[in-house]
């Protein structure tokens, strides 16, 4: 699943449209205008040439150019393709919150994934959605995360934020604060810190890597003063991935952690839910992280913002982030490559 079964110099990433009302389109044509990307990779957006072109002509972007495909089959290797996904006219509405605009991003989605798990592009990177407005009776999870590790038939996946130097990943992703707790084991802390480590090694090429694992009280429980958590649960599961020879240290006290710099001594550090781990890494790197999904088969990533309804269409988006997303997902198919070539040489 997610090798490519074609041969080609080039990478090939998909491109999820996201929500056809939000600022998705805009940062996928800013992202992509400059022709020099189509040095390293190929992109195929998974939308509709209508909604480009809305667009492209709302961005005064006309020189932007895309080439029209029925099929990732018919992909243009020297070019920004767009493969239809639907025929039908859409009405688009900038900036408006409609079911429309969640219809559309599952479609998208559904067709990048089906491709990409039959090895036919390389990667996708995904445009924002509406969490709330693409819930379906065919489409019930809390995200692209929750989803693309069904797909992928895994049981579990890391939500790792990446900006250079600094990454950042959860042990607990899209749930209600209250539920945190319960849902902070060892076994799963064990699975994060593991795909955390392995990701580290396979996808960044950091051999050794060093670990850094928040706690989830204030003060790191304070020795079980205002949690237990730390000594239960934490520091047992670390403990055990010590066991694998691997450098895991903490755990340590959030808000110093972060306020005295000390990610920078660390090529990971694993938060213990959602809040914890994106505010200080959108403090550092809003407008130019990335979302990646480790610990699957194939390559996801994604920007760190969302559908940004309130400037969609106004021309303001920036598209660093999601330029950044697709530099990142062709780092990563690349090192991937890398680490095969270097094990089947070994054999």
């Known amino acids: 699943m997610g090798e490519s079964s074609h041969k080609k110099s080039k990478p090939v990433i998909g491109i999820t449209i996201g929500d056809i009302n939000g600022i998705g389109p805009e940062v996928i044509i800013k992202a992509l205008e400059d022709n020099r990307i189509l040095r390293l990779f190929t992109p195929v957006i998974y939308s509709s040439a209508k909604v480009i072109s809305f667009y492209r002509k709302n961005l005064d972007k006309e020189t932007f150019n895309f080439q ?27 900036g408006h919150a409609n079911e429309i605009g969640g219809k559309y991003a599952v479609i998208s989605l559904q067709k990048a994934v089906a491709d990409l798990k039959e090895g036919k592009i390389d990667a996708i990177t995904t445009a924002p959605l509406s969490k709330d407005l693409v ?44 539920e945190v707790s ?47 958590e730390e000594i239960k649960v934490l520091i ?59 610990g699957l088969p194939f390559v996801r990533t994604s920007p760190d913002h969302g559908t940004a309804f309130a400037i969609a269409g106004k021309n303001q988006a920036d598209p660093t982030s999601f330029r950044n997303a697709l530099y990142l997902a062709n780092d990563i198919i690349r090192q991937r490559n890398e680490n095969r070539y270097e094990n089947a040489d070994k054999k």
């Open 68 to 94: 029209q495909i029925a099929s990732i089959d018919k992909v243009a290797h020297k070019k920004v393709n767009v493969l239809n996904v639907w025929d039908e006219a859409v009405e688009i509405t900038p």
């Open 135 to 178: 819930q379906s009776d065919d489409f019930k999870f809390p995200g692209h995360t929750e989803y693309l590790t069904q797909e992928a038939g895994e049981s579990d996946s890391l939500m790792f934020l990446v900006h250079d130097g600094l990454r950042v990943g959860v042990v607990t992703g899209h749930i209600p604060l209250q």
């Open 236 to 294: 047992p599961a670390m403990e055990e991935v010590r066991k694998g020879h691997n450098i895991v240290s903490g755990p340590f006290p959030a808000d110093g952690f972060f306020g005295m710099g000390s990610y920078k001594q660390y090529d990971g550090v694993l938060a213990m839910y959602h809040d914890q781990g994106l505010i200080p890494f959108k403090t550092l790197a809003f407008e130019e992280g990335v979302n990646y999904t480790a």
């Open 182 to 228: 319960k849902k902070v084991s060892k076994d799963k802390v064990i699975s994060k810190l593991q795909k955390m480590i392995k990701s580290l090694q396979k996808d960044f090429g950091i051999k050794k890597p060093k670990v850094a694992v928040l706690g989830l009280n204030p003060h790191a429980g304070e020795n079980g003063l205002l949690g237990d």
